[in-house]
């Protein structure tokens, strides 16, 4: 039987006893797309190396999905995890006493990278794979990607549906294409699609039905908003799309990593 910390609610409702998840950093755990040279020359052409973070920790506790916001309470509460923080920027937004957690339940089911067919069947993109151009009042390198990320009223906005937008696999290639402070856009689309497919197939996993032999996502992914006493403080006091912060929960391995980048000018060498 597994040994299961709990809290008595003084309350006496349903959740008179409420299980307290532990954490202890998993060091042996390595991302590929923080470490090998092609990706980490990218990400500081983008202006995100060194303000893109991945850590991966190990609970104890049995997961569930009602359990999203006790978990991500207890995670951004543990004294492991707060130490283990303290070596990366998401550190610098968390020096007082979290009160609470704000948990958003991100769709994760895609096991392919289809969800991208689209842009290159509307004109976004060309066979060739470099990304039109398109007019723009302040912008003059705006292209129709970008256009179509971002701005509702573009004709091409709608190529993805709601449900696409929605899915962890396209918030990552969003987030990639519109990088930091000093991003330096790409001509191709290409290598934002290969970084977003090599995080993706790292961050989550997967496992095959028993039963109708297909693959199929079993992470679940939060993003997540922190507070203190101030307000929000993770990750980052105001509201920014590139201000991210996700926890993605394998609950059969029970680990837990937390990817989180913090906006601003990357670092630009080695």
Same mark, same amino acid.
């Given at each position: 039987m597994d040994s299961v910390a709990t809290q008595f609610n003084m309350s006496g409702d349903k959740n008179d006893f409420e299980q307290i998840f532990t954490f202890r950093p998993n060091p042996s755990r390595k991302f590929s797309f923080l470490e090998d040279k092609e990706t980490v020359t990218l990400l500081m052409k983008w202006s995100m190396h060194g303000r893109l973070s991945s850590q991966t920790f190990i609970f104890d506790q049995k997961f569930h999905l009602y359990d999203c916001d006790r978990f991500a309470l207890c995670f951004f509460t543990d004294s492991s995890v707060l130490s283990s923080l303290k070596t990366t920027i998401a550190w610098e937004s968390l020096s007082k006493p979290v009160t609470s957690v704000n948990v958003e339940i !991100?769709?994760?089911?895609? !096991?392919s990278m289809d969800l991208f067919d689209p842009i290159y069947t509307c004109g976004i993109v060309a066979p060739s794979g470099h990304i039109a151009r398109c007019f723009h009042d302040y912008y003059p390198d705006y292209d129709k990607l970008r256009e179509m990320l971002q701005d509702e009223d573009s004709e091409n906005y709608h190529v993805l549906g709601s449900a696409e937008r929605g899915e962890f696999l396209f918030?990552?290639?969003k987030h990639l294409c519109f990088g930091g402070t000093?991003?330096?856009?790409?001509?191709t689309v290409e290598p934002y699609i290969s970084v977003t497919k090599k995080m993706y197939k790292e961050l989550i996993s997967v496992q095959k039905d028993p039963e109708n032999k297909k693959i199929g996502v079993v992470s679940t992914v939060l993003k997540v908003h922190v507070y203190d006493e101030s307000g929000q403080c993770h990750p980052g006091e105001r509201e920014n799309e590139q201000m991210f912060s996700y926890l993605i929960v394998d609950p059969f391995k029970r680990l837990v990593t937390l990817l989180s980048h913090s906006h601003g000018v990357g670092t630009m060498s080695l």
């Amino acid at each position: 039987m597994d040994s299961v910390a709990t809290q008595f609610n003084m309350s006496g409702d349903k959740n008179d006893f409420e299980q307290i998840f532990t954490f202890r950093p998993n060091p042996s755990r390595k991302f590929s797309f923080l470490e090998d040279k092609e990706t980490v020359t990218l990400l500081m052409k983008w202006s995100m190396h060194g303000r893109l973070s991945s850590q991966t920790f190990i609970f104890d506790q049995k997961f569930h999905l009602y359990d999203c916001d006790r978990f991500a309470l207890c995670f951004f509460t543990d004294s492991s995890v707060l130490s283990s923080l303290k070596t990366t920027i998401a550190w610098e937004s968390l020096s007082k006493p979290v009160t609470s957690v704000n948990v958003e339940i !991100v769709p994760c089911t895609r !096991v392919s990278m289809d969800l991208f067919d689209p842009i290159y069947t509307c004109g976004i993109v060309a066979p060739s794979g470099h990304i039109a151009r398109c007019f723009h009042d302040y912008y003059p390198d705006y292209d129709k990607l970008r256009e179509m990320l971002q701005d509702e009223d573009s004709e091409n906005y709608h190529v993805l549906g709601s449900a696409e937008r929605g899915e962890f696999l396209f918030r990552l290639f969003k987030h990639l294409c519109f990088g930091g402070t000093l991003n330096q856009y790409e001509e191709t689309v290409e290598p934002y699609i290969s970084v977003t497919k090599k995080m993706y197939k790292e961050l989550i996993s997967v496992q095959k039905d028993p039963e109708n032999k297909k693959i199929g996502v079993v992470s679940t992914v939060l993003k997540v908003h922190v507070y203190d006493e101030s307000g929000q403080c993770h990750p980052g006091e105001r509201e920014n799309e590139q201000m991210f912060s996700y926890l993605i929960v394998d609950p059969f391995k029970r680990l837990v990593t937390l990817l989180s980048h913090s906006h601003g000018v990357g670092t630009m060498s080695l």
